[in-house]
């Protein structure tokens, strides 16, 4: 349920209604709209008289909000969410340009990737310190001594890290270190890793799962956001389908979908949605035109030898060719980078 004030309307009588709707037991979420205020109302909600609050003169309406979700909503709050990663926002008129390798093999790699993406204009630097594989037998990541190349090359480079978290064993060292916390597709519905999310002070990057409805993901951000961490990002990524000429489906329907049902920023992994990387450029010009917040890219100076997904990785210099067209579709869809 929402309860919209008239606007202009005062910061006492708003504590006033937050007041009153608590007495009643459930919980609040103010938020703060350019024309009015809205307070958000979570928890049974079957001892409130919604008529009784309509007749308040500061109260313009009270509906009912029938989805599942209720922080994630659009409803909840009308206004794009802009979520600042370290000084990088993400949301509104900005598009994010994550880009860097699948996972961390050296610091010299890292390196040399890192300066490459950012003079191309990539403004966050990827790379997987832990390795979810199929196989057991497949690399897995360099872990922690992964995550410290990470942060020494953000040091050199200034650029903000993304990295996928796994398990709550290293919760509390990525909530130190790391700028923007990834949640990877098989992940996204560990909800008791979710939860443990809501305590973090870090904005989290939330993929979808290879199966999961729009509705199964939203609820995942709630999950998130229930437990106390509003900033979170969606990232779609491919969905499976019963194409096998390429590695997942990616569905750009999900932009539009997302942005019309929830105030989250949304953004795109064209490079594990087809596995190739001769799809990752018109992938991701067209998720741009679609309206997406953001790209995640796999760059690797030599992809013929990468110890993970080199065949959906770009060179820097197919990245930088990209950047460039990006950077002349943006202004045409009201974007900068």
């Known amino acids: 349920m929402i309860v919209v004030l008239k606007p202009n309307t005062n910061g006492e009588e708003i504590t006033r209604i937050e007041y009153m709707l608590k007495q009643n037991g459930v919980d609040t979420h103010v938020v703060e709209q350019d024309n009015g205020t809205i307070i958000g109302c979570t928890g049974d909600l079957s001892k409130i008289d919604s008529k009784s609050f309509e007749m308040n003169p500061v109260v313009d309406y009270v509906a009912s909000v029938p989805e599942p979700y209720k922080l994630a909503n659009r409803a909840f709050h009308p206004e794009d969410s802009i979520i600042d990663v370290s000084g990088v926002k993400v949301g509104g008129n900005h598009l994010a340009m994550i880009a860097g390798p699948c996972s961390i093999e050296s610091y010299e790699q890292v390196m040399e990737i890192a300066k490459n993406v950012k003079a191309a204009g990539a403004?966050?630097?990827?790379?997987?310190?832990?390795?979810?594989?199929?196989?057991?037998?497949?690399?897995?990541?360099?872990?922690?001594?992964?995550?410290?190349?990470?942060?020494?090359?953000?040091?050199?480079?200034?650029?903000?890290?993304?990295?996928?978290?796994?398990?709550?064993?290293?919760?509390?060292?990525?909530?130190?270190?790391?700028?923007?916390?990834?949640i990877g597709a098989r992940n996204m519905q560990n909800f008791e890793l979710l939860k443990q999310l809501g305590d973090v002070d870090r904005p989290i990057l939330l993929k979808r799962g290879l199966n999961a409805t729009y509705e199964e993901w939203i609820m995942s951000a709630e999950y998130i956001m229930a437990a106390g961490n509003k900033n979170v990002i969606l990232c779609e990524r491919g969905i499976r389908t019963f194409e096998t000429y390429t590695r997942n489906t990616l569905d750009l329907q999900s932009i539009p979908v997302i942005k019309k049902n929830t105030h989250l920023p949304v953004i795109i992994d064209p490079s594990h949605a087809g596995g190739?990387?001769?799809?990752?450029?018109?992938?991701?010009?067209?998720?741009?035109?679609?309206?997406?917040?953001?790209?995640?890219?796999?760059?690797?100076?030599?992809?013929?030898?990468?110890?993970?997904?080199?065949?959906?990785?770009?060179?820097?210099?197919?990245?930088?060719?990209?950047?460039?067209?990006?950077?002349?579709?943006?202004?045409?869809?009201?974007?900068?980078?």
């Open 123 to 182: 403004n966050m630097l990827r790379g997987g310190a832990f390795k979810p594989r199929t196989s057991p037998y497949s690399f897995q990541g360099l872990g922690l001594d992964g995550l410290e190349i990470l942060c020494a090359v953000r040091e050199e480079t200034g650029l903000p890290i993304v990295t996928e978290l796994m398990s709550t064993e290293h919760l509390d060292i990525f909530n130190e270190k790391v700028d923007l916390i990834q």
């Open 276 to 337: 190739k990387w001769w799809l990752v450029e018109p992938m991701a010009k067209a998720a741009v035109v679609a309206g997406a917040d953001g790209l995640i890219i796999e760059v690797h100076n030599n992809p013929e030898c990468a110890l993970c997904d080199g065949p959906q990785s770009l060179k820097p210099k197919k990245y930088d060719q990209l950047l460039n067209q990006i950077k002349q579709l943006a202004p045409i869809v009201g974007r900068t980078i």
